[in-house]
């Protein structure tokens, strides 16, 4: 599975961006799909995670209320709507797919085989 992430940018604080990220073919319905970040000098960490058959969500507790992960199943996409966005939401966001993610992994990077290039996401304050 080939994934392409789109939509990073410069935003102000406060403001909003929606990242997209599709697949190069059908994710089967025992996938999960997740959005990662990565801030200058961190490690890559934990953003949003949906179970793509129940559309079932998890979030970071540093962006649950700010930011929704959806998925279209037509178009093998999912996407993260990110709200109220702070500077430190600043980095660069990866989505990855896996196909067999139980509940106990699905925040963790080493739980995820597919990895798309990363958009850049920059928020001024």
């Known amino acids: 599975v080939q994934l392409q992430a789109s939509g990073g940018g410069l935003v102000q604080a406060g403001g909003s961006l929606r990242l997209s990220c599709a697949a190069s073919e059908r994710i089967g319905s025992s996938y999960a799909m997740g959005w990662f970040r990565q801030g200058p000098g961190k490690e890559r960490e934990f953003v949003a995670a949906i179970r793509w058959n129940s559309g079932a969500t998890y979030y970071a507790d540093s962006v649950k209320g700010r930011f929704t992960m959806s998925r279209d199943k037509a178009k093998n996409t999912v996407y993260l709507e990110m709200n109220s966005l702070k500077p430190e939401d600043t980095a660069v966001y990866y989505c990855?797919?896996?196909?067999?993610?139980?509940?106990?992994?699905?925040?963790?990077?080493?739980?995820?085989?597919?990895w798309g290039q990363g958009t850049q996401v920059t928020v001024s304050s």
């Open positions: 990855a797919a896996h196909p067999t993610v139980i509940t106990s992994t699905i925040r963790n990077v080493a739980a995820y085989h597919y």
